[in-house]
């Protein structure tokens, strides 16, 4: 049994304090008006003049300036007004999307796992369980923020703007899909389907622990298979709506499955990085090496087919160079090449070299190393399709964006491991566990 | 993976009471026997359309592409959807090998042989189509960046049927290897079997000398995870890149960014409906429904369920996507699938791909044989008529309604389209007669884990590894104890009854086939001497079958009665 460390406690705390603060910070210190913004161009001129020209091919982004007007001063600066505003705001979606992320993409293992009858990872049940713990929290936390989104305290999502609307063609053809109420609604059945499986499976295994016979496995293999299901449509579609509605013109088919592959690579990169510290601290004692090898493996795997999707959306779309598909990384391309060449880096080039040595894939403090790496690369990824389309080129990695980041990992590190010391660490009922247990690769 | 150790919880991947021993005899056998009528038959047939597609090629190259039935707005149509259709079906072999290895799977030993065989006549055939659809197939090798007298001529390495070259290639080639690798155990097996001095050589040459050493055995088991490694992006890659000569060009339907990983997740899906439909003939004519299970074929449905919903969710993603993205072309595009000349292609391919796996969650249905056979055809059937539609429906109405027209196939395009078929079953009706089917090297890995009877000794408490032939030799014996019946009493008739007071008993086990055990079961039925044996035709055969009931077949298969004759001559 995990008893939660005062000092895990204390530091979630205070991740959550300073995360809090800083994220007070960013919003109190967006500009009030279109005037302060003027002020803000005048003292940094020449760096904003370079911007303006990168400005145009995503002029779509704030529909209602449409590229027949020249970008005369005024313009520019009630552009950059707006995106100012959303950047305290994108943070923290962006943060909130990734931690969620982290929980969904273990779910969806911890489902595969069940429905594959995997042998080998009964072991690490208790630690998925206790990471999908965040479910609830994140897809309540995710909730509030789309009601603020859509009684427009931010303009993240452009569409739900009437006088954007109004004036945008593109915009009202998708309408039938892209209302607030709609919206709304999908985004509960999406989460409320989440969580409910996660709940019946996490007592489901409970109830296995202390059974007799093998009815509780049999009801979880199939309530796994069945989500499976359920998750296949319901991740492309959240994918669509919660990322791909933020450029409303930009559509491309492969998205909800690029974006299921940063899900399962970050997911198991957690899982990997929260067995370390709990086997660190001595409460996992069945889970050796071979455990972390394979789940080593599926970090390198994983972070190839990462690479595969994001290689073959970017290849296809800049091949073709259609225009109205190729803005999207154009504007990437023009005002985020740092972090968009850079996430190829973090989450390709380096999981490859470091993680194809079989050796090293079983050296804990490599795993850590790597996991981080490809977390912060993945961090990068969900940025980089969140932030161009609601700040643009104000972009920034300042205190909005890491406080975000740090008040929601300190109530994601508050709820998983308060979760991880509401049950036994091994899974004892579940009828493989003998094969995971003496698990040697 | 050091252990023997099962949860009891899974099923025998080896059904009934095998030994090593009794592996080697029932893969060898196909190898070692003659073929039967039913083969020539199915042979000559074969034979004959790939004749008749060899014809069909010859005229086109002879006469001009003009003889298919392609117009100037649909300039491809059979040819790659045949193209593509192959390619497709040669992915679930190396799945199989690479992927499933990769994930551990025990199940993949039973089936990877016959899976990777599979790959390499498709792909073979595959590579037929890029060649012969050239207007001018002499200049093909122009298509390889070699040197050449015209200064600097290169090829342009933008096009993605230039990348098709690289991947086929690169795909046979490594598919050949790995196949062949693991095939080098096995052919040194035939090889050591070998009666005949011509079968002997043949075998030794393929085995390139394999003594199976530790040393050996630990490099094959590195190589193939390291080719097992290599394959499985080789594989995604491949058939991606088989999907960017659609998704990398402008046409409304084809340029659509999910194609790359909804073409390798259809390639599987046919590719396992297709391992289905030949192993579910093969376990049968061969005789190997003890190593290609049920559970095999169940676990190959589960599979094609799996990839089927995958390819489903992508046609949704793609009918939504189109209307979504406000293009009105490639919203005409989609309407003019589901309601335009070639709707009931469409409506075929929907049927066939998107409902038929679904059946497959029925645990009745997809453990059913009948079914799991006809529908791994419907999927094959789909998946043609999937290429066919993604690639006729989107040529022949875009843009300008000006080029809009219609495709019919002729009989030369349905001709190659058999000759492939035709050659692709006479390579593997072939395989299936000089290659051992199974990896019997593999399938011994497994035996002691997996294998029925190790299972039942275990679970009844027994230690690991469990001794062989534990539960059923006793049963057995006493049966055939038991059964003094006039079945009997009519074989001793005919071979003669051996006198203990006056004759000395042979040593039966000389007879390749017969272990201790079976000789003692041949003994109690009153069989001690190769005089006897050697008396046997069919007649007594089929009366010793009746008799035997775990070993049908075998005293014919490796003719008893002829090595009895010998044995006896020898002496």
Request: aromatic share 16%; hydrophobic share 50%.
């Amino acid at each position: 049994m995990y008893t939660f460390s005062s000092k895990l406690k204390t530091f979630s705390y205070a991740l959550m304090i300073v995360g809090l603060i800083g994220v007070a910070y960013g919003f109190l210190s967006t500009p009030n008006s279109v005037e302060d913004v003027k002020v803000l161009l005048e003292e940094s001129h020449a760096s904003h003049d370079e911007a303006a020209v990168s400005h145009e091919p995503e002029a779509h982004v704030v529909a209602e300036e449409s590229n027949t007007t020249a970008h005369s001063d005024d313009t520019h600066a009630e552009h950059a007004f707006h995106y100012l505003k959303n950047k305290p705001w994108s943070a923290l979606y962006v943060a909130l999307f990734f931690f969620f992320m982290l929980s969904l993409g273990a779910l969806a293992f911890y489902a595969i796992q069940h429905a594959a009858q995997a042998g080998w990872s009964v072991v690490l049940f208790r630690v998925m369980e206790g990471i999908t713990a965040y479910l609830p929290v994140g897809a309540i936390l995710l909730f509030v923020f789309f009601v603020l989104s859509s009684l427009h305290f931010n303009h993240l999502f452009i569409w739900m703007d009437a006088d954007v609307v109004a004036h945008d063609e593109l915009i009202q053809n998708k309408a039938g899909y892209l209302n607030v109420p709609f919206f709304l609604i999908r985004a509960a059945i999406y989460m409320a389907g989440w969580i409910a499986y996660r709940q019946y499976a996490r007592k489901l295994t409970l109830a296995q622990d202390n059974a007799t016979d093998l009815s509780n496995y049999t009801k979880l293999f199939k309530s796994s298979a069945a989500f499976l299901v359920f998750f296949l449509v319901s991740e492309s579609m959240m994918s669509w709506d919660w990322i791909m509605s933020l450029d409303p013109h930009w559509f491309s088919t492969l998205f909800g499955w690029y974006v299921f592959a940063s899900m399962i690579v970050s997911a198991i990169t957690t899982i990997a990085l929260v067995s370390i510290y709990l086997k660190g601290k001595g409460y996992l004692e069945f889970v050796n090496n071979s455990h972390m090898h394979d789940l080593a493996k599926f970090m390198f795997g994983f972070s190839i087919f990462w690479t595969y999707l994001w290689f073959s959306q970017f290849m296809l779309i800049w091949y073709a160079d259609i225009p109205e598909e190729v803005t999207y990384f154009v504007s990437r391309f023009n005002e985020y090449k740092i972090p968009f060449l850079g996430m190829l880096v973090l989450n390709f080039v380096f999981p490859l070299l470091v993680l194809m040595n079989s050796d090293f894939k079983r050296v804990n403090w490599f795993i850590v190393c790597t996991g981080l790496v490809i977390l912060f690369g993945h961090y990068i990824d969900i940025f980089v399709m969140i932030m161009p389309a609601t700040v643009g080129d104000q972009w920034f990695i300042g205190i909005p964006e890491i406080s975000s980041v740090l008040l929601i990992a300190g109530i994601f590190i508050y709820v998983v491991f308060t979760a991880l010391s509401k049950a036994p660490l091994l899974a004892k009922g579940n009828p493989f566990i003998k094969e995971s247990e003496h698990f040697h690769y | 993976m050091s252990s023997h150790y099962e949860a009891p919880i899974r099923r025998p991947l080896i059904i009934g009471d095998k030994s090593y021993h009794d592996i080697t005899v029932e893969v060898a056998a196909p190898v070692e026997g003659k073929a039967n009528k039913l083969w020539w038959t199915a042979f000559t047939i074969a034979l004959l359309a790939f004749l008749w597609g060899i014809g069909s090629i010859i005229y086109t190259i002879g006469t001009g592409i003009g003889v298919w039935g392609l117009n100037k707005t649909v300039g491809w149509a059979w040819d790659i959807t045949n193209f593509v259709w192959w390619v497709g079906i040669g992915h679930a072999g190396t799945l199989i090998s690479a992927v499933l290895l990769l994930f551990r799977q025990k199940w993949r030993m039973g089936i990877n042989r016959s899976a990777e065989a599979m790959t390499i006549f498709s792909v073979v055939q595959a590579g037929l189509f890029p060649v012969i659809h050239m207007g001018r197939v002499w200049n093909a090798h122009f298509v390889l960046p070699i040197p050449n007298q015209f200064g600097t001529l290169w090829t342009n390495f933008n096009s993605p049927l230039l990348w098709d070259v690289f991947a086929i290639s690169t795909y046979l080639s490594v598919s050949l290897v790995f196949w062949w690798t693991g095939l080098l155990p096995d052919f040194a097996m035939l090889r050591d079997r070998a009666v005949r001095p011509f079968q002997k050589k043949i075998y030794s040459l393929l085995s390139f000398g394999w003594t199976g050493r530790a040393k050996d055995w630990q490099r094959f088991e590195e190589v193939s995870l390291v080719l097992a490694g290599l394959a499985t992006p080789l594989v995604l890659s491949v058939h991606t890149i088989v999907s960017f000569d659609f998704a990398t060009s402008v046409i409304p339907g084809w340029h659509t960014t999910i194609f790359p990983p909804y073409f390798v997740a259809g390639a599987v899906f046919s590719g396992f409906a297709m391992v289905n439909t030949l192993l579910i003939i093969m376990r049968k004519v061969s005789n190997l429904e003890a190593y290609i299970t049920k559970q095999h074929i169940e676990l190959m449905n589960i599979v094609i369920m799996i990839t089927g919903s995958i390819v489903g969710c992508a046609y949704i993603t793609e009918l939504f996507i189109a209307w979504y993205s406000g293009v009105e072309y490639e919203q005409y595009a989609f309407l003019n699938r589901a309601t335009g000349p070639y709707w009931w292609a469409y409506l075929l391919m929907m049927s066939c791909n998107v409902f038929s796996p679904q059946f497959m969650w029925s645990k009745k249905l997809r453990q059913s044989i009948t079914f799991s056979f006809i529908i791994s055809i419907v999927v094959n059937i789909g998946m043609w008529f999937e290429r066919f539609v993604i690639i006729v429906t989107s040529l022949h109405r875009d843009y300008l309604p000006s080029s809009w027209t219609m495709f019919s196939p002729t009989f030369v395009d349905i001709g190659i389209y058999v000759g492939t078929i035709g050659f692709f079953f006479v390579l593997f009706l072939l395989y299936a007669r000089t290659f051992p089917v199974i990896a019997q090297a593999e399938v011994k890995s497994i035996l002691k884990s997996s294998g029925e009877n190790y299972k039942l000794y275990r679970d009844a408490g027994g230690k690991n590894p469990a001794p062989s032939k534990v539960i059923k030799a006793k049963k057995t014996t006493s049966e055939v104890i038991e059964e003094v019946s006039d079945q009997k009493n009519v074989l001793l008739g005919n071979i003669g009854i051996f006198d203990k007071a006056t004759q000395n008993a042979d040593d039966l086990k000389l007879i390749s086939g017969v272990g201790p055990k079976l000789e003692e079961t041949l003994n109690n039925i009153g069989i001690y001497s190769f005089d006897q044996v050697s008396k046997m035709t069919e007649k007594e055969y089929d009366l010793l079958d009746s008799l035997l009931d775990s070993f049908k077949g075998r005293a014919k298969r490796d003719d008893w009665a002829g090595q009895a004759k010998n044995l006896k001559n020898n002496e």
